[in-house]
């Protein structure tokens, strides 16, 4: 990273007060960026803001759906007129709903005659949850590129980091309509990569792997802190046999993002996985 690649530099992070993109949050700050943290709930954004002023950063929460265009364009010019014109977009909301979700890894004949309403198979996938999944992550990154990106346009310069995920290279069982999402993601970084770039912005995204956060904790831990069976079945598969830290994600996305270090990188999806992607599991 060159030492003066972010310093003054506005970088706003929509989902900014989540686990994973709040470290991003505060190592953007660390380097010498303004951060406007960009969250659905104003207190949580609030509280990371403040977090990082008190660190000796410059950052300020802004409370914003990222599904809605019209409170993204209030939102632009509340950060450009509190920070300045945005030069770096991290696009960081996300996430799954369980109607989107089966129950079991694979359906067999009996699953449809059975009578245990718990089970939830291919056929009982509800199409307001995919909905939900798709313009969650899709729209998600869409719209918020529309309202922070017209400025980065008329300059001729800035860059925007999306959030795949592993799933949009190897589709985990269970959550279709996640997994189909972030592949999106993935191949909307890469259509964004090629219609910017005469204008001066990159474009690209990294595909984190299986990092605790609040949305799956309880999935992939037991209240003990021991591994369920699809946790356990994650380390079986993650050659390097641990999840993620947040920390971990900081140095790609650091590196993606700085215009000298990755000057001619555009339309990366960048795997930071512990191996899992390279693992074929024997």
């Known amino acids: ?6 310093q003054g530099k506005v970088a706003v992070v929509t989902g900014g007060a989540g686990v994973l993109c709040s470290t991003l949050c505060k190592a953007l700050a660390a380097a010498g960026a303004k951060v406007a943290s960009i969250d659905l709930h104003l207190e949580k954004a609030e509280r990371l803001a403040e977090e990082i ?19 993204l364009e209030r939102t632009a010019a509340l950060v450009e007129a509190d920070l300045g014109p945005v ?14 979700t089966t ?14 309403e718990s089970l939830k198979t291919f056929y009982d996938l509800d199409p307001d ?7 969650l992550n899709i729209l998600g990154t869409l719209l918020p590129t529309q309202a922070f990106t017209r400025k980065m346009v008329e300059r001729g310069r800035g860059t925007i980091l999306n959030i795949s995920s592993m799933n949009a290279f190897r589709p985990l069982t269970k959550i279709p309509a996640y997994s189909a999402a972030k592949a999106g993601v993935s191949n909307f970084t890469q259509w964004l990569a090629v219609h910017f770039s005469a ?45 993620g830290d947040p920390e971990d994600l900081v140095g790609a996305t650091m ?13 990366v999806v960048l795997p ?3 191996g899992f992607n390279a693992f074929s599991g024997v």
């Open 87 to 100: 030069d770096i977009l991290v696009n960081g909301a996300g996430g799954n709903h369980p109607k989107g």
């Open 199 to 243: 204008a001066g912005i990159r474009v690209n995204a990294i595909a984190p792997g299986f990092f605790l956060t609040d949305q799956n904790r309880a999935l992939l831990t037991n209240a003990d802190g021991s591994l369920t069976a699809r946790g356990g079945k994650i380390m079986e598969l993650t050659p390097m046999g641990r999840f």
């Open 129 to 135: 949850g995919i909905k939900f999944v798709f313009d």
């Open 255 to 267: 590196f993606l993002l700085d215009d000298a270090a990755a000057a001619f990188v555009t339309g």
């Open 103 to 116: 129950s079991s890894e694979r359906i067999r004949p009996e699953d449809l005659a059975s009578a245990d």
């Open 53 to 71: 002023v008190a660190a000796g950063g410059v950052a300020k929460g802004y409370a914003c759906n990222v599904l809605d265009r019209a409170a």
């Open 272 to 274: 930071v996985d512990g």
């Open 1 to 6: 990273m060159s030492q003066s690649a972010f």
